[in-house]
């Protein structure tokens, strides 16, 4: 996070919760993508969850408005913030706070898991989108360059699958197999549901804002139509891990979910 990023929260925490606050993400049924999906729905979650009032406003070109060229971003008052972490501080700054009942070692669990669903299943998600050919041609390539008229939409669509190849090169991920990227899911899937055991959240106080993260991640996994639905077999291997999904889309999306 910039300082510039850091002050805004700071300022912006002196302030009391707006009530026209807008969150920015793509458009979803022709354009978002799986990775940018998971982390929209997540902040949505975590905003219901903290009963902040918000309207989404889809803009075909929101990657490129986000300050950090990342979405979600959301404009509170005078502030624009990106990114789930950037917002989740943005809101506990306010002194709003799911996790105030959560003892030291619990606040590292929560961060260790966050740090694990960016760096396993959002980085499988990208690797699935742009890496896998078959996903690429008959998902990604179209969703992606789907607001861009020809031939810019070729150009936008190389510019960004050189940007993804470039990220999981530096992470170690653009080697891998699709089976590896498979079981490193699975072992994820695995680590959360131990975690979570038979509880209705991860910590028994209430939902947090990783309740949120792993909603986002799974609720998009299990609904977004692919080439391939391995990423969906998998979490259905995890029966307490669909329950959680379903729990909080019934409770905060007021929805019944169908798998």
Known sequence: MSLIEKISIELGAQEPWPKDVKLFQP??????????????????????MCHLDYTVEPKPNAEAMSP?????????????????????QFINGKGITLTEKLDSEQKTDLR???????????????????VDQETYNEITSFRHGSVYPWPLNHIQNRSKRNQVIKKLSAMNWYKKTL????????KCCEALSTRLGD?????????????????????????????????????????????????????????????
């Open 179 to 186: 089976e590896d990227v498979f079981e490193e899911v699975d």
């Open 112 to 130: 260790a898991f966050m740090s694990l669903l960016h760096n396993v299943m959002e980085i499988a998600e990208l690797y699935v989108c742009w």
């Open 27 to 48: 458009y979803e049924v022709e354009q978002i993508l799986l990775p940018d999906n998971a982390n929209c729905l997540a902040v949505q979650a975590f905003l219901k």
């Open 68 to 88: 950090t060229l990342k979405v979600p971003f959301i404009k509170a008052g005078r502030f624009v913030i990106a990114e789930v972490e950037g917002i989740v």
């Open 199 to 259: 509880g209705h959240y991860f910590f028994e106080d209430g939902p947090t804002e990783l309740d949120a993260l792993v909603f986002g991640h799974l609720f998009t996994i299990l609904t977004t139509p692919l080439p391939k639905n391995d990423l969906a077999e998998i979490i259905r291997k995890y029966p307490m891990l669909i329950a959680l999904v379903e729990r909080i889309e019934k409770q905060y999306f007021k929805k019944e979910t169908e798998h």
